[in-house]
């Protein structure tokens, strides 16, 4: 009798092992690491220095394959010129599992 609690604890102890690891592996499984895309709109755009930056969202999106839409999300987290009438943009996006895209953007630099 003795024999056979043990062999059941043993049992019992091994299932909860295996339920646990699976729901662990399902979990991580299911995480999204993904991130947004970013995509701009065709042709060129100008941006003129002291202007406010956000005229260079328009028409930008950002899209996610599990959150959809993340257009809101985007930022331009730096404006740096090139050279000449030329100026990068850089945008970030976020999903709602923290992953971030980055995407540059060539612009019409017009200085003040």
Same mark, same amino acid.
């Given at each position: @009798? ?6 059941? !604890?043993?049992?019992?102890?091994? %299932?909860? !092992? !295996?339920?646990?690891?699976? %729901? ?7 995480? =999204?690491? +993904? &991130? &947004? #895309?970013?995509? /701009? &709109?065709? *042709? $060129? +755009? ?5 202007? =406010? &930056?956000? #005229? %260079?969202?328009?028409? +930008? ?7 959809? =839409? #993340? $257009? =809101? ?10 050279? *000449? ?10 999903? $709602?599992?923290?992953? #971030?895209? @980055? ?5 019409? /630099?017009?200085?003040?």
């Amino acid at each position: @009798m003795k024999n056979n609690v043990r062999g059941s !604890i043993i049992i019992l102890e091994a %299932l909860a !092992i !295996i339920i646990t690891a699976t %729901l662990i592996l399902r979990i991580k499984a299911n995480k =999204d690491i +993904v &991130p &947004p #895309v970013i995509t /701009f &709109p065709e *042709g $060129t +755009v100008s941006y003129t220095q002291g202007d =406010d &930056p956000q #005229v %260079l969202l328009s028409g +930008v999106t950002a899209l996610d394959e599990r959150d959809g =839409d #993340v $257009t =809101d999300s985007i930022i331009i987290s730096s404006i740096s010129v090139t050279g *000449g009438a030329e100026a990068i943009a850089v945008y970030h996006a976020k999903d $709602t599992g923290n992953n #971030v895209a @980055m995407a540059e953007r060539s612009v019409r /630099f017009t200085p003040n």
